[in-house]
């Protein structure tokens, strides 16, 4: 359980498989979000047909509610929400110091007011696996401290809490069936990010994640961490970029070493009317579409654009009808599935070059006037 073998590499992109307990899971892949123990606007039946093996749930969504106790008494998270496969939980700690408006962090944990009630609450590294063991996911997450990525005396002070609260996540962890990945901080700092990722591999966990990436700092800062990335953390286990979604950040992700990624941007934006195509965004309530005959993106297979033309998903947006969401979710969660398994054929056919030129000559960034909005403001988990 939780062997990590990988099949190919193709330039500095890897093809592997890592193994859990509901199932393997072939790497490049990319988690849906399932904030509250659902990937709005789809069933798991729909994620199922659409390819997903991998979803993601939020600790401090389900800690406050429904309670992870609750979620262990009815059976588990897999068994709650009715998702036969891998699953996968954050540590609460990103939702803590992003959404939480008062917040205490000491050297022993947090404390924090619920974003619901405005009650108190504390989580410690303990507390963050006890909630994990719980809901009682295939892969969970040491607790983490995810700072400001510019401010160099605050990820020094950071670091030295993340590397301490991951060694106490170990020691707290107590079931066999569950991996828990270590995260690697630091910033935009080469030194800082390569001191993390010793150190957490000198604690020895079946897999690392890359946390604090895609918070505010350039892509061309994010890719140099990822390099860093690449170069410090062991070649045999699974790396996983948190909260990168954009089909170009993935291709990019993917080259640097990267094997596992989550994001809300598909069904975020999918919520917002917008689809992502493989030449860029469309907000489908804009009124050129008001009568456009074509699909959402010719030559898409999903259910949405094998059915369905622009005008009607417009005339959904415009008449605000729950349909709209569930079509646009069901079409940007196919175009990112169906990106990552190209990639890992290309991977294996030794083709990852031509097939990520190819794609980035084609497709229009987000970078830019409306480019904030894609990875950055919208890559929150
Ligand atoms: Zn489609």
Same mark, same amino acid.
């Given at each position: 359980?939780?062997?990590?073998?990988?099949?190919?590499?193709?330039? $500095?992109?890897?093809?592997?498989?890592?193994?859990?307990?509901?199932?393997?899971?072939?790497?490049?892949?990319?988690?849906? =979000?399932?904030?509250?123990?659902?990937? &709005?606007?789809?069933?798991?039946?729909? #994620?199922?047909?659409?390819?997903?093996?991998?979803?993601?749930?939020?600790?401090?969504?389900?800690?406050?509610?429904? %309670?992870?106790?609750?979620? $262990?008494?009815?059976?588990? !998270?897999?068994?709650?929400?009715?998702?036969?496969?891998? !699953? !996968?939980?954050?540590?609460? %700690?990103?939702? =803590?110091?992003?959404?939480?408006?008062? $917040? &205490?962090?000491?050297?022993?944990?947090?404390?924090? &007011?619920?974003?619901?009630?405005?009650? !108190?609450?504390?989580?410690?590294? @303990? &507390?963050?696996? #006890?909630?994990? @063991?719980?809901? $009682?996911?295939?892969?969970?997450?040491?607790?983490?401290?995810?700072?400001?990525?510019?401010?160099?005396?605050?990820? @020094?002070?950071?670091?030295?809490?993340t590397h301490a609260w991951a060694a106490r996540c170990l020691a707290a962890k107590t079931r066999p069936d569950q991996a828990l990945f270590g995260i690697a901080q630091g910033g935009i700092f080469p030194d800082l990010r390569a001191q993390s990722a010793r150190r957490l591999a000198s604690l020895g966990f079946p897999g690392y994640a890359i946390g604090g990436l895609a918070v505010g700092e350039t892509k061309a800062e994010m890719h140099a961490m990822l390099d860093v990335m690449d170069a410090e953390l062991p070649a045999h286990k699974p790396r996983y970029l948190m909260g990168v979604g954009s089909p170009e950040d993935l291709v990019n992700s993917v080259a640097r070493g990267v094997d596992i990624f989550d994001c809300v941007l598909p069904t975020r934006l999918a919520r917002n009317h917008a689809a992502l195509t493989r030449t860029g965004r469309l907000n489908l309530k804009n009124a050129p579409f008001a009568r456009d005959p074509l699909p959402v993106e010719p030559g898409c297979a999903c259910y949405c654009c094998v059915h369905f033309t622009r005008a009607y998903v417009r005339h959904l947006v415009v008449a605000n009808e729950i349909l709209a969401a569930v079509l646009l979710t069901l079409h940007n969660v196919h175009l990112l599935l169906t990106l990552m398994r190209e990639m890992r054929a290309a991977i294996l056919a030794g083709t990852f070059a031509a097939y990520a030129s190819d794609f980035l000559s084609t497709y229009r960034g987000t970078q830019g006037t409306d480019g904030t909005l894609g990875t950055q403001a919208l890559s929150a988990r």
């Open positions: 359980m939780f062997e990590f073998t990988l099949q190919a590499q193709s330039g $500095r992109a890897r093809a592997g498989t890592f193994s859990t307990p509901h199932g393997d899971l072939l790497t490049p892949v990319f988690a849906p =979000v399932g904030t509250a123990a659902t990937v &709005k606007a789809l069933t798991p039946a729909q #994620l199922h047909d659409l390819g997903a093996t991998l979803v993601l749930s939020n600790t401090y969504h389900l800690y406050l509610r429904p %309670g992870d106790e609750l979620v $262990r008494d009815l059976g588990g !998270l897999h068994q709650f929400m009715q998702w036969p496969g891998p !699953l !996968l939980t954050d540590s609460g %700690g990103f939702q =803590v110091f992003s959404l939480s408006d008062t $917040r &205490k962090i000491d050297a022993d944990g947090v404390t924090f &007011k619920s974003h619901i009630d405005g009650s !108190l609450h504390r989580f410690t590294p @303990e &507390k963050s696996i #006890l909630i994990q @063991e719980n809901l $009682r996911p295939d892969i969970i997450m040491a607790f983490d401290e995810c700072p400001p990525p510019l401010d160099r005396a605050y990820n @020094e002070i950071a670091l030295a809490r």
